[in-house]
């Protein structure tokens, strides 16, 4: 409706375009900047909160290019860090966001200076989608950070790589990065790597939560393990700690969800784990296997070996999937409530190993409680057996495919004595696995109970 003097009163999109380009002047330098000039009327805007990319020239369609106004998006959160804290939050809306050059949604580089505090927020994430597509896949990075943020949130979107073997995020730190948080986000298409993980300290205190890692992967989902930085010893990524992926959907077609020659205490709570199909050709590193949890590298700093998975269903689709593949020489690894039973049917299933271990006489200490287990667990040893120490232990478990006995298998002849098993049920040689029946036991007539008067 006209305001006196016949003036349009303007809406909230033109004053959030007029007060974006305060902040994009403010941002870029001054050849591009004045490109974006803020008109007078714009001038009386106060300081934003957010910046939503489409008032940046985003269109969303899934043919325009994007990467602009994602770069500018980025730009005016990094010349708004206030004491060492981000003070805009980028919003980005449903659509197909189509993204051509690396770093684009984030650069974190020098300068500015390590700052607190940087948050995306899309519509949802089957809404808003961010199509990584460029030039080349192996090397190129949607997002980087080179201890520069801490605290980074992702929230409600999903990642498409259009572009076989690119990768999303390269995460390097010395000390600064820390505190992710990915909140129902879900990733989509062929990468390299999902997070990739780089330098001597911290790269931490990290939050997968109702998220769904989908595509492939040929490395893995999460890679703790490049040496790009140069680190006096690699094992200086032992402490990159603490992982958490809650309620998660894990259902990929093929490579590797964790992959961690460094660092470690990850914790896995709630969710389905499935990987549906198989690596196209076989790789000299993996072969054609493809596992969720894998730790290839033994000797670490103390306190730094620990995995916990709790409440997780698996599907082992094929023998070539593996649950776990682990050679830590010390450390804890434990399963309680979980199952892998979901293809016991299957002809192959009785004779795969989804679960592997390396042991010797520091363990590690392996645990298994209230599990359903598929098919054989196995065993390699660094020393003689007899002088290994009970480090493996069963408690409650239900052997889908075999008798105790032959569950647990290594190179050696016979059940190895560092493997107890407490009160678990396994099958007999005949397959049946109902409970025996008891025919000295007298019969039990139901208690009458009399009418009432």
Not at 85 to 106: C, S, Y
Not at 320 to 326: A, G, L, P, T, Y
Not at 413 to 430: E, L, Q, S, Y
């Amino acid at each position: 409706m006209p305001e006196q003097g016949g003036e349009i009163a303007p809406n909230r999109r033109q004053v959030l375009r007029g007060g974006t380009s305060l902040l994009v002047a403010a941002a870029l330098p001054a050849d591009r900047a004045s490109a974006k000039s803020a008109s007078p009327r714009s001038a009386a805007v106060g300081p934003m909160s957010s910046v939503n990319v489409t008032d940046l020239g985003a269109v969303g369609d899934g043919h325009t290019d994007d990467t602009q106004a994602f770069e500018t998006a980025y730009a005016l959160v990094a010349a708004h860090v206030r004491d060492g804290v981000g003070r805009l939050v980028v919003e980005i809306p449903a659509g197909d966001f189509l993204i051509t050059r690396p770093h684009a949604l984030l650069n974190g580089v020098a300068s500015p200076r390590p700052a607190n505090g940087l948050r995306f927020v899309g519509a949802g994430k089957n809404m808003t989608t961010l199509v990584f597509r460029p030039g080349t896949g192996p090397g190129s990075y949607l997002c980087r950070n080179e201890d520069i943020w801490s605290n980074l949130s992702f929230e409600r979107m999903q990642f498409r790589s259009a572009t076989p073997g690119a990768s999303f995020f390269s995460s390097y730190s010395t000390g600064q990065v820390q505190d992710y948080r990915f909140s129902e986000c879900q990733w989509l298409g062929e990468w390299e790597f999902g997070l990739a993980l780089d330098g001597t300290n911290c790269n931490s205190e990290m939050l997968w939560e109702a998220c769904t890692v989908a595509g492939s992967y040929r490395k893995a989902f999460l890679y703790s393990g490049l040496t790009g930085g140069k680190q006096t010893s690699p094992n200086d990524q032992d402490q990159f700690l603490n992982y958490w992926f809650n309620d998660m959907k894990v259902e990929y077609e093929w490579g590797n969800f964790l992959e961690f020659p460094y660092g470690g205490s990850i914790t896995c709570s709630g969710g389905s784990y499935i990987i549906t199909g198989k690596r196209p050709e076989s790789t000299a590193e993996y072969g054609t296997t493809s596992t969720f949890f894998r730790f290839p590298v033994s000797f670490h700093h103390d306190s730094v070996q620990r995995f916990h998975a709790q409440d997780l269903r698996f599907e082992v689709r094929n023998p070539d999937v593996r649950v776990i593949d682990c050679v830590w020489s010390s450390g804890t690894v434990h399963f309680a409530d979980c199952d892998d039973t979901a293809n016991a049917f299957k002809d192959f299933s009785a004779e795969v190993r989804p679960h592997r271990y390396t042991v010797g006489p520091r363990g590690p200490m392996i645990r298994y409680d209230s599990c359903q287990l598929v098919g054989r667990h196995q065993y390699r040893t660094t020393y003689r057996q007899e002088s290994l120490p009970a480090v493996v232990r069963y408690d409650m478990c239900l052997l889908r495919s075999q008798p105790q006995t032959e569950f647990a298998v290594t190179d050696d002849k016979g059940p190895p004595r560092f493997v107890h098993f407490t009160d678990c049920i396994d099958t007999n040689p005949t397959g049946d696995t109902s409970p025996p029946t008891t025919p000295t036991t007298p019969a039990v007539s139901p208690i009458q109970i009399p009418p009432t008067a």
